[in-house]
């Protein structure tokens, strides 16, 4: 059964549907959804949820389901995500460029359909017979589609990635959108008055020192006080005048007491603007109903929009208290599982070094010990400061740092990093080999690939040019770690999911950040739930060393960090 829907609005969990299409047996039913009764359409949506669906972009229909209180038990085949494993780098998957690709045939651009400016036309308005042509033009295409894509995941060993993790998670994904996270409205507001205090203040002492007041969100104005009315070094120019972005602005933290304050502003600004107030308007009945999409970063990494939840951000004391925003729902708690170190134990895994296989098996704490390695010291004599730059070469090492890098991120010199780097490689030569096989592996291939199989294609790998190579060198050694990363938290999901409801527990998955998972759980639930999240998500996989997951229980999100 072939399913394309239409909703009125842009892409929300709660958007009216308008129009259903189905396919059945090559005849297509255009249901336009205003002509029936909410009764009726339920008794529909709950039948199509019992039928093996074949859709592009199957969470949209597995929405509508559950909105209208159905069940979905398995999904057929999604074109969309089946085109995300097989051209991992585009990003975009719209049925228009399904059927240009496989079906031969060419739906009309947005533009075109819905017309643009004041003569645009929102699908809701639109003719009834043009709407259910598109549909029924939408629904020929997947039909088309749904062969030649299992040809070519079987052609690239995609198959079992796409019908083991992919696939299943399209549904997981659903009930967390349809479920959302509660959220502390009060204290939002209470936050965001916080900030726009802080955001005065600073203004005022900036504009004190500037001798005057101008537009401090105007890079231009900002750049003639700082270098012409300042007499601050130019940094950089660019062709609109002098550059004031962060790196410029960090290079000058020392040069005048007006730089951190400008730095303090830009941040709280961000804050308020992007977080506060983005989330307020994404409020829905209390809860926020993020949309999670597996069809994005080339990665396999899930990403989080409208909002962006895994965007948070967690260095800074004002960011982390934007998670005591979110918060369990009424007479339950938040259970947070959060991989430990996951990437690092990944990296172990594949490059097979037998000094960092070791560390993780005897349990060591991995940066102290990487920290006696390259400052030849015993682990006792470590201190603080030696630890926490051993950890940014652990997790840059991972991303094909290079010195400057490590240099611009600690603040020493490159000659400094570069020691730190060889001294690393030195002590770990298995990940040295690891780092320098990938690379060539991925020239002869044209791609590299995750421990699942998963497939990033890299042609850069081969390029002329030095910076396209050395970036996609980096991408070489980095996506089998993150990636596999990635197919592990995903692996997770789905086992985690499959043990609450086999056991029938209404403890709920609502939120997947990176390498953590959040749970919504009864007071009742929460040591069989501890218990289930630590064994499916320690079991996950099986590496050459052993997984740890770090569990924490609190009203909010903040409490379980």
Not at 107 to 125: C, I, N, Q, S
Not at 459 to 473: I, K
Not at 512 to 529: K, M, S, T, Y
Not at 541 to 560: A, C, F, H, Q, R
């Amino acid at each position: 059964m072939i399913v394309h829907s239409r909703v009125n609005g842009s892409r929300h969990v709660f958007d009216e549907l308008i129009d259903f299409g189905i396919r059945i047996k090559g005849v297509n039913y255009i249901v336009d959804v205003r002509a029936f009764s909410q009764l009726e359409m339920m008794s529909l949506l709950q039948v199509l949820g019992e039928k093996r669906m074949i859709g592009h972009r199957l969470i949209n229909e597995t929405l509508m389901i559950f909105r209208y209180g159905g069940r979905v038990s398995k999904l057929g085949f999604d074109t969309a995500v089946a085109q995300y494993l097989v051209h991992p780098e585009v990003g975009k998957y719209p049925i228009r460029g399904l059927g240009i690709e496989v079906a031969d045939r060419v739906l009309p651009a947005d533009d075109e359909f819905y017309g643009k400016g004041r003569k645009k036309v929102a699908w809701a308005d639109m003719e009834k017979p043009k709407r259910g042509d598109y549909l029924a033009q939408c629904l020929v295409i997947i039909d088309a589609a749904v062969a030649a894509l299992e040809t070519r995941l079987n052609e690239e060993s995609l198959m079992e990635l796409y019908e083991t993790i992919e696939l299943p998670l399209v549904r997981i994904l659903a009930k967390m959108e349809m479920r959302g996270v509660a959220v502390d409205e009060a204290y939002l507001k209470t936050l965001g008055d916080q900030f726009k205090i802080k955001i005065a203040e600073l203004e005022e002492r900036i504009y004190k020192l500037s001798e005057g007041d101008f537009n401090l969100n105007s890079p231009k104005q900002l750049g003639v006080v700082l270098f012409e009315t300042l007499g601050l070094p130019v940094i950089k120019k660019t062709k609109t005048g002098y550059s004031t972005n962060a790196e410029v602005l960090d290079k000058l933290a020392d040069a005048h007491p007006i730089i951190p304050l400008i730095l303090e502003y830009r941040k709280l600004t961000k804050l308020n603007s992007t977080y506060v107030e983005g989330l307020t308007t994404a409020i829905h009945k209390g809860r926020i109903h993020s949309h999670f999409t597996q069809t994005i970063a080339s990665t396999g990494r899930l990403s989080s929009i409208e909002p962006n939840i895994q965007n948070i951000p967690v260095k800074t004391e004002e960011g982390r208290e934007l998670r005591r925003v979110f918060v369990a729902s009424e007479g339950m708690q938040l259970v947070d599982a959060d991989y430990s170190q996951i990437e690092l134990r990944v990296l172990a895994h594949i490059s097979g070094d037998e000094n960092l296989i070791r560390a993780y098996n005897e349990k060591l704490d991995i940066h102290t010990q990487t920290a006696a390695e390259v400052f030849h010291l015993e682990q006792d004599e470590v201190t603080p400061l030696m630890r926490s730059r051993a950890k940014a070469v652990n997790f840059g090492i991972v991303y094909g740092i290079s010195d400057y890098g490590l240099a611009r991120d600690l603040k020493i010199s490159n000659k400094e990093a570069k020691a730190y780097i060889e001294g690393y490689l030195e002590h770990y030569p298995g990940v040295a080999k690891y780092m320098k096989d990938v690379v060539v592996e991925g020239k002869e291939k044209g791609y590299v690939e995750t421990l699942f199989n998963r497939k990033r294609w890299l042609p850069d790998l081969n390029a002329s040019n030095f910076m396209l190579r050395s970036f996609a060198e980096r991408t070489a050694m980095n996506t089998p770690i993150q990636g596999t990363a990635a197919d592990v938290i995903k692996i997770a999901m789905i086992r985690v999911d499959e043990a609450l409801e086999k056991e029938g527990l209404k403890t709920q998955l609502i939120l997947q950040v990176h390498d953590e998972l959040i749970l919504d759980a009864p007071a009742n639930e929460i040591d069989r739930v501890t218990d289930l999240l630590k064994e499916a998500m320690e079991e996950a996989v099986s590496l050459s060393i052993p997984m740890d997951v770090d569990l924490k229980v609190g009203g909010n999100w903040y409490e379980t960090k």
